[in-house]
Every structure is written in C-alpha cells, then in structure tokens.
C-alpha cells in the first residue's frame, strides 16, 4: 500500500540542507528513522549525495538503507537515448521537424489530406510529437510516421516542390525533411528503431510502470532484457541461459559468435 506522507517546498537546497528537512520531519512526527527503507531516486543522477548523507545518519542510530540504484525505467530510456545520439542518424530531429511542419497549419494539413486521397490511402492519425525526455517512446512517433510514408513522400517530394515552390526553396526545416525522405535508408532506419521498442524494450517498460511492488521481478527482467538484445545478433548456443552478471561477462565482439547479416533480427 502506497501512502502519501508530506511534501516541503524547497529552493535551491543542496544535500545536507534537504537530510536536515527529511530527519526533522522523522523527529517532529516521531517517526523512527531506522524504518526508513530507501530514497527514491528519478533520474540515475540525481540524489546520491542525500542517499549517502541519509545512510550516514541511520548507521549512528544501527539502521542502514537498502540501496537499489536509481530508477532502471531512466537507466532504459538513457541506454536507448545514448544508442541512438551514437547512431547519428538524427531520426529524433526528422520527427520533430515533421510534425512541426503541420503544427498549427490547417492549409497544410489540408493539402497532405488532399495528396492521401489521391493516392486512395487514409490519415486516421496526425503525426506525434516526440518528448525528448521519453526516448523508447520514439517508437510509437516512427510508428505513426511509417504508416504515413507513402503520402509524406508524395507529399514533401512531389507535391511541395511543385506547387510550393518559391515559398520552400529557403525554407530551412522543408530542406531537412526533404533530405531524410530522398535518403534511400532513411525508412530503414525507422523500421529498426520501431523493432528496438517493440519487441526490446516496451515489455521492461510496461512492466516496471505498475504501481505494486515490482523489485522481486527486476534481476530476472533485467537479464531478459538485455539478453534479448544480445540474441539480436549473437548465437542462441553461445549465449544460453545466462543470466545476471554471467551475460556481463559475454564479449560480443567475438566474430564466431555473431550470427551473419540475413540471421540478424533488426526488424522487417
């Protein structure tokens, strides 16, 4: 059972002034502060200091906090990020830039209904707008954009450079989307960052977002996270069972086991 507590409005607090708020409050409400099981922490960095500051105080009195990390749905999210920043295909920005193309526009969004008829095709849904600070959720973005491809096309390469063409020859947002859409990898690239979401990372990050308790499934969803991952495109005999810090020690770099280019799983 989850149970609010209080809340204290602080400003620019650093760590040993928010201990002194938090073992203040323990006393004032005479809460004994070995009952204290662990700090949440949101992003991976943040609340270290006050986790460390907190423990201090509890071992004086013959307590100590349970310490299990940050929260791992951040540590995703921030795996994904950094693979994709790595990548550097820019698929976040060419998101973002389509969407914003018909943001607050209703000519255009007119126009590109208008070019989905004539290829007998259906705009059920407008493109969504990615949140920089959700990156798996990249993929239902991708996803939207894919199911559109054949209109944005038609619509960005075709249409626009016909009957708009003075007003986006200097336009510096139309030059980029035209850029990714001409790319012949560009929808590639897509396609396997939709596979990395589905089939990777949205069951951890479905799971873990349960209200209940969770910790008893972590090491084991852990595992099954990063060994789907590693299955991708290592051998199924090479990497077995393993689970926990035994998949840590498996070095992917290793030729013989890799499977080759028509065995990888990146998507369809």
Not at 170 to 191: A, D, G, M, P
């Amino acid at each position: 059972v989850t149970r609010y507590y209080k809340s204290i409005l602080l400003g620019h607090a650093p760590a040993h002034v928010i201990r002194d708020h938090i073992i203040n409050s323990f006393r004032t409400d005479g809460i004994d502060i070995k009952r204290l099981l662990m700090i949440g922490q949101d992003n991976p960095n943040v609340n270290k200091t006050i986790e460390k500051l907190i423990d201090e105080e509890m071992k004086k009195v013959g307590g100590e906090l349970l310490k299990l990390g940050s929260c791992h749905i951040h540590v995703v999210h921030n795996a994904f990020k950094s693979g994709t920043t790595t990548s550097h295909w820019n698929i976040e920005d060419f998101c973002i830039d389509a969407w914003s193309w018909f943001r607050h526009s209703p000519a255009r969004k007119e126009d590109f209904i208008k070019i989905s008829e004539e290829l007998n095709e259906t705009v059920e849904k407008n493109i969504l707008y990615f949140v920089c600070t959700q990156w798996v959720l990249l993929g239902k973005v991708v996803n939207r954009i894919l199911t559109q491809w054949e209109i944005l096309n038609e619509y960005f390469l075709v249409y626009l450079p016909g009957n708009d063409k003075t007003k986006i020859k200097e336009n510096k947002k139309y030059n980029s989307i035209k850029s990714y859409f001409s790319s012949h990898v560009s929808r590639t690239r897509l396609l396997f960052i939709s596979y990395l979401c589905r089939v990777v990372f949205d069951k951890f990050l479905t799971l873990f977002q349960k209200t209940g308790p969770m910790i008893h499934a972590l090491y084991e969803e852990l595992s099954n996270l990063y060994r789907t991952i590693l299955l991708s495109f290592l051998t199924s005999e090479y990497i077995g069972n393993k689970q926990g810090n035994d998949l840590l020690l498996i070095d992917h770099k290793l030729s013989e086991k890799q499977m080759n280019d028509k065995q990888m799983k990146i998507g369809k």
